[in-house]
């Protein structure tokens, strides 16, 4: 836990830092909006270790948010297919399962204040050749003070991008083009980590 709310993208680092730390054998990220089922966890990770895959991203059906929460999901999503030569579903998913030495490799080239660190994660690992498995887990109504997360309005009532959501697009897009998205941008860097005996 943080002692103040740094935003999504730095808390998910700080987690995922964290859980690498202890040195595990498998590392599920999951966000705490309530928008997945217990039951699709056992699942992401048999499909890792049964596919002996590098990451596993959870594809979410069924997902109810607003229209510009989905807009953004699909423009990203575009972005990254051309940059990536090939379509990634999901891209920003929040629910993904990594074996260790596979976010190693990606984490040390994301910075610690990263915004939007899953789409870097997702573009890097086409990039580099990682063995990614794609699962389709059910998306349920997030739970918590919105079920539309904080930024993004504040139920069916609101019609237009909230202000906060079209400053965060703004920063992010500029992030993903120096991290990941110009020629000399560091992601490009990334290479898939020789797999360890297990």
Do not use: C
């Amino acid at each position: 836990m943080q002692a103040v709310n740094r935003g999504h993208g730095p808390t998910a680092l700080a987690a995922y830092r964290a859980g690498l730390a202890v040195d595990p054998e498998v590392l599920v990220h999951v966000d705490g909006d309530g928008q997945f089922l217990g039951s699709d966890f056992p699942r992401l990770i048999g499909a890792l270790t049964a596919a002996d895959a590098d990451v596993v991203h959870g594809v979410r059906d069924g997902r109810t948010d607003p229209w510009y929460r989905r807009a953004l999901t699909g423009a990203v999503g575009l972005m990254i297919a051309v940059a990536a030569g090939r379509r990634i579903p999901d891209v920003n998913t929040p629910l993904r399962a990594y074996r260790p030495d596979a976010l190693r490799a990606l984490i040390e080239a994301v910075p610690a204040d990263a915004t939007v660190p899953h789409v870097h994660f997702s573009l890097a690992e086409a990039r580099a050749g990682f063995r990614v498995r794609y699962l389709r887990v059910a998306s349920i109504p997030r739970r918590g003070e919105s079920a539309t997360g904080t930024m993004w309005g504040r139920g069916a009532g609101v019609t237009l991008p909230p202000k906060r959501l079209r400053a965060f697009v703004r920063t992010a897009l500029g992030e993903a083009w120096r991290l990941s998205l110009r020629p000399s941008a560091p992601l490009r860097a990334v290479r898939r980590p020789e797999p360890v005996a297990r």
